[in-house]
């Protein structure tokens, strides 16, 4: 059964920093794609992160760009979504997601489509 396990949310005032991880199983991932979304009260899922399954190419939506940063350790089947410079409208629940097709680019999988498999989702709360 292939499951993603997000952690490490919480509550963090503006200006701080949290570090999600992702815990893949079930399956490896190194040959595809990751990221990360979020969605937040009343607000439709949007994406925050990718990273290509080498690692190497990674993409950020703009309201991130700067603050975050996404990584992966294939080995490990783990992804990472290190958060830093936090502001209220970070608030959401952070999802972690391991693409549909193998060996996609970053910055072509960017929408909930390219994905196949999510986690359930870890809050992540901002106070100003």
């Known amino acids: 059964q292939v499951q993603l396990v997000e952690s490490g949310g919480g509550l963090v005032q503006a200006g701080g920093s949290l570090s999600l991880s992702c815990a893949a199983s079930?399956?490896?991932?190194?040959?595809?794609?990751m990221g990360w979304f979020r969605q937040a009260p009343g607000k439709e899922r949007e994406f925050v992160a990718s990273?290509?399954?080498?690692?190497?190419?990674?993409y950020y939506a703009d309201s991130v760009k700067g603050r975050f940063t996404i990584s992966r350790d294939n080995a490990g089947n783990m992804e990472y979504l290190q958060m830093n410079s936090l502001k209220p409208e970070d608030t959401a629940v952070y999802y972690c997601a391991a693409a549909r097709v193998l060996y996609t680019a970053a910055s072509r999988t960017v929408s909930a489509q390219d994905y196949a498999y999510w986690g359930q989702g870890t809050q992540v709360a901002v106070s100003s």
């Open positions: 079930g399956r490896t991932f190194r040959n595809y794609a």
């Open positions: 990273i290509s399954w080498s690692g190497r190419d990674t």
